[in-house]
């Protein structure tokens, strides 16, 4: 069962548009990157600028830019503009009727809340600046 990809494809706009160097890039340049379609790119992009993040023009010279710096913006920011969801979810309607479906929500619920509290904390502590010169030390 695939996972929500909104915040990796949120990560990879911003990295590009931090390896861009200031100049702005396309939702169909972005796309190409990601390897999806532009209007998927458009929607991210808008929930990037609607935090604060990226700055975006329409028309023949616009694309997107970061609006701050990349060591100013967190895997959290990210995270968070696009309203990515939990990372973890317990099934809804277990069988009532079997010991384990009775209880596996009270049983995992302190557990999965222990792990997303420690993705929250990681995503925060990490910037963008640092996922880019990562990238950059891969590609040399």
């Known amino acids: 069962m695939p996972g929500n990809c909104q915040i990796s494809m949120a990560v990879h706009i911003a990295a590009l548009l931090a390896l861009s160097g200031g100049a702005p ?6 796309a190409r990157s990601i390897d999806t379609n532009p209007v998927v790119v458009r929607r991210i992009v808008a929930s990037l600028a609607r935090a604060g993040l990226v700055s975006a023009r329409r028309g023949a010279s616009g694309g997107s830019v970061l609006a701050r710096p990349a060591d100013r913006i967190t895997l959290h920011d990210l995270r968070a503009a696009v309203e990515a969801p939990d990372a973890f979810a317990i099934h809804d ?3 009532t009727g079997c010991p384990v479906g009775r209880n596996i929500e009270r049983v995992l619920s302190g557990v999965l809340g222990r792990a997303e509290a420690a993705l929250v904390r990681e995503l925060k502590r990490t910037t963008l600046a640092e996922l880019v010169s990562d990238l950059q030390a891969d590609a040399a």
């Open 93 to 95: 309607h277990p069988s």
């Open 25 to 30: 890039r396309t939702s169909v340049e972005i």
